[in-house]
Each structure stands twice: as structure tokens, then as C-alpha cells.
Nanobody
Framework: QVQFVESGGGLVQPGGSLRLSCAASGSIFSIYAMGWYRQAPGKQRELVADITTGGSTNYADSVKDRFTISRDNAKNTVYLQMNSLKPEDTAVYYC????????????????WGQGTQVTVSS
């Protein structure tokens, strides 16, 4: 019912930048919040940042002042600009859509993208 196209991951040197994007499509009536989570090897998945339809944002302390999340509500697309990347940012980054109401239904659900690898290494 809901599909994601994620892009922008890759290999970058410490101090470099990457921009992730995630476009949700399908029979979507509304999405409350979209965001990015990440999971490093041997660690739990953690919130990186999210943004509501109204533009309220939430960031993990480890990425504040380095990462910026933005959203195009009309396109159901969320972006994550990542600057001053560090080796500890290396992880699989997952797009998340929270509170998705599919057309013809009333119950909101959460959906996940397939993930994109970000590797920060010299």
C-alpha cells in the first residue's frame, strides 16, 4: 500500500556531506510525521531526526547542529542533509513514515523504507 524510494547514501570521508531523500508513494491520504532512523552493526535502531506535517522537528543529540531534516508534504518526501560527518555516523539509514492513513481507511500505521548504507571512512 505504501512504497518508499530512498536515495543518497554512499561512502564519504570524515567531515564530508551527504543528502538522503525518501519519497513515499501509494494510496496515501495523510502522513503525520516522516523521519530517519539508523542502525549500526551490533547496535539497536535509533532515531536520527523526524519532522511532522506542521514542520516540528526532533533530533538525536548526537546529530544536532550537523544534520538538518526537511520535508515536502505535497510530494510525501523527506530529506536529511548530513554535514560534518563522523565515522560514528556509519550505519544503515531507514526512512520512516509515522501515522500514515491510507485512502479508504481510518487507522494510522507506520511504514519503513528498505534502508540505505552510509559509510564515513577515510
Amino acid at each position: 500500500q505504501v512504497q518508499f524510494v530512498e536515495s543518497g547514501g554512499g561512502l564519504v570521508q570524515p567531515g564530508g556531506s551527504l543528502r538522503l531523500s525518501c519519497a513515499a508513494s501509494g494510496s496515501i491520504f495523510s502522513i503525520y510525521a516522516m523521519g530517519w532512523y539508523r542502525q549500526a552493526p551490533g547496535k539497536q535502531r535509533e532515531l536520527v531526526a523526524d519532522i511532522t506535517t506542521g514542520g516540528s522537528t526532533n533530533y538525536a543529540d548526537s546529530v544536532k547542529d550537523r544534520f538538518t531534516i526537511s520535508r515536502d508534504n505535497a510530494k510525501n518526501t523527506v530529506y536529511l542533509q548530513m554535514n560534518s560527518l563522523k565515522p560514528e555516523d556509519t550505519a544503515v539509514y531507514y526512512c520512516n513514515a509515522h501515522g500514515v492513513v491510507v485512502t479508504g481507511t481510518h487507522k494510522p500505521n507506520d511504514y519503513w523504507g528498505q534502508g540505505t548504507q552510509v559509510t564515513v571512512s577515510s
